[in-house]
């Protein structure tokens, strides 16, 4: 946990901050001195966040929408100042068997996830590169299956994945700008939202359980830290990383197998 004040003279947009990890990593960056904006398609919990935090700013955004993500923004930078740092957080999920997932389906998750992902990073990016430049940081939420694939989620696995190389790409042309873009890979989360959509039968989490070698899920506050760290002067020399959070998940193949307790 870093030090009250580490984060002081940031002004920060978290996507999707009204709740679960958003709200979480929203929650922690203010309690660090940060200032915080969180948007979101849904007015009331954005509005719980602020509350929580005990100040801040939001503002209803589409992220798949450019013109609303400049609008977010604007607002942002009208209640706080300057933003120099954002939370691509924002996400759709559900499990479904590829062959019956509609191209609504498709276009939707991918919308939300890469093109929204790309729009506020670009966003972000224009208005820091018009001020001049300086320390500016970027921290994407992916997940391991980007890299692993992931049967009933290949919207959000082929999302992800895009924007694991997007985190890359950007780290690359930003670097001259000050700008630093790192993604964070969380395994399996415990959160209301998860309980209810990946793993509602009480089987399939015991099976997710006995293939993560720590044992247990992962909390939101873990979360939380991996992303006040990435985004403070303790991580300035990191970008175009990926730090995965996953209990040693990751590593549970080949010949790892021989070691994973029942």
């Known amino acids: ?10 002004v920060v947009l978290v996507t999707g901050g009204g709740s679960g990890l958003g709200r ?22 954005l509005e719980e966040t602020v509350a929580a935090m005990g100040g801040g700013a939001f503002a209803q955004c589409d992220v798949r929408d450019p013109e609303q993500v400049e609008a977010a923004f604007a607002a942002a930078e009208e209640a706080l100042g300057p933003v120099t740092t954002l939370v691509n957080n924002a996400a759709g999920n559900f499990v479904v068997k590829a062959e019956d997932l509609s191209p609504n389906g498709w276009r939707a998750v991918l919308g939300i996830v890469l093109d929204g992902t790309f729009f506020c990073s670009r966003e972000l990016a224009r208005r820091h590169i018009a001020r001049g430049g300086g320390p500016a940081q970027i921290v994407n ?10 049967p009933g989620t290949v ?49 399939v989490q015991r099976a997710i359980l006995r293939s993560i070698p720590a044992k247990r899920f992962g909390r939101e506050e873990e979360v939380a830290n991996a992303c006040a760290y990435l985004v403070s002067d303790f991580s300035d020399y990191v970008t175009g990383d990926c730090m995965t959070l996953d209990g040693g998940g990751w590593l549970n193949k080949g010949i790892f197998e021989l070691f994973k307790e029942d």
Do not use: F
């Not at 939420?141 to 992931?150: E, F, L, Q, R």
């Not at 895009?162 to 950007?170: E, F, S």
């Open 141 to 150: 939420i992916i997940a391991t299956y980007a890299w692993t694939g992931g």
């Open 1 to 10: 946990m870093l030090p009250e004040g580490s984060l002081a003279g940031r």
């Open 24 to 45: 979480s990593m929203a929650l922690e960056l203010s309690r660090l001195g940060a200032k915080v904006a969180v948007c979101g398609r849904r007015r009331e919990p």
């Open 155 to 203: 919207h959000s696995s082929a999302a992800k994945a895009g924007v694991l190389n997007l985190t890359r790409t950007l780290a690359v042309e930003w670097a001259g700008h000050g700008i630093r873009v790192n993604a964070i890979a969380p395994g399996p989360i415990d959160t209301e939202k998860t309980r209810e959509q990946l793993w509602p039968d009480p089987e």
